[in-house]
Structures are given as C-alpha cells and as structure tokens.
Nanobody, 123 residues
Framework: QVQLVESGGGLVQAGGSLRLSCAASGLIFSRYYGLAWFRQAPGKEREFVAGLRWSGLSIYYADFVKGRFTISRDNAKNTVYLQMNSLKPEDTAVYYC???????????????WGQGTQVTVSS
C-alpha cells in the first residue's frame, strides 16, 4: 500500500520559515517519478507549488514562490521536502505532496496524494 505522509506544518509569523516533509512508503521512486507540493486555501482551488523529478534533474516552481521556497529530496529516506522561507499570510493553506510515474505535472494529475498538513501564517 502506497502512503505519502506529510509533516512539518504549523503556525508561523509572517517572515518566518517552515520545512515540510513528505515520507513515502510502499513505493520505490524511479528517476522518472515526479514529486510535487500543492496547496489549497479555504475557498480556493488546489494549486501547484513546486515539483521535481526524482532524478533531481528537473525542478519547477510556481511564480508566487520563486526565491522563497525550495523543493528537495533525500533518496535514502524516500522523502521530499519543501523549505519555505519569507512566509506570507497568503501562503496559508493545506499543503499536500503528490507523486506520479510520468514526471512533473502542474495539474492535479497525480497517482498518489498525502493527507495534507496545515500551514498558517499570521500577520
């Protein structure tokens, strides 16, 4: 059974930082797998935040997080991370990690999803 488990969310003041983790089990990522972070704020649609190929050769960011967020992975731990710096109140959302066998997509066309972790940024 494939599981993606996010952790690291919480409450932080504007300008602060958080590091999200997504640990995968039941699945061995090949170099062609795409791993991504999405987020969904109340009343809004889920949106792509950042993604990478498990090989590490391709990384994409949404424009609104460029220069602030960094996605990375640890092959040995089968884990993907999202380092979030200079957080803004508008970053408040539930953050989800997702995985797919066909590389990175900025749409929600992923095979596996985590349960989400809440990030709240106070002003």
């Amino acid at each position: 059974q494939v599981q993606l488990v996010e952790s690291g969310g919480g409450l932080v003041q504007a300008g602060g930082s958080l590091r999200l983790s997504c640990a995968a089990s039941g699945l061995i990522f090949s170099r062609y797998y795409g791993l991504a972070w999405f987020r969904q704020a109340p009343g809004k649609e889920r949106e792509f935040v950042a993604g990478l190929r498990w090989s590490g050769l391709s990384i994409y960011y949404a424009d609104f997080v460029k220069g602030r967020f960094t996605i990375s992975r640890d092959n040995a731990k089968n884990t993907v991370y999202l380092q979030m710096n200079s957080l803004k109140p508008e970053d408040t959302a539930v953050y989800y990690c997702a995985a797919r066998s066909g590389g990175i997509a900025t749409t929600s066309d992923y095979d596996y999803w985590g349960q989400g972790t809440q990030v709240t940024v106070s002003s």
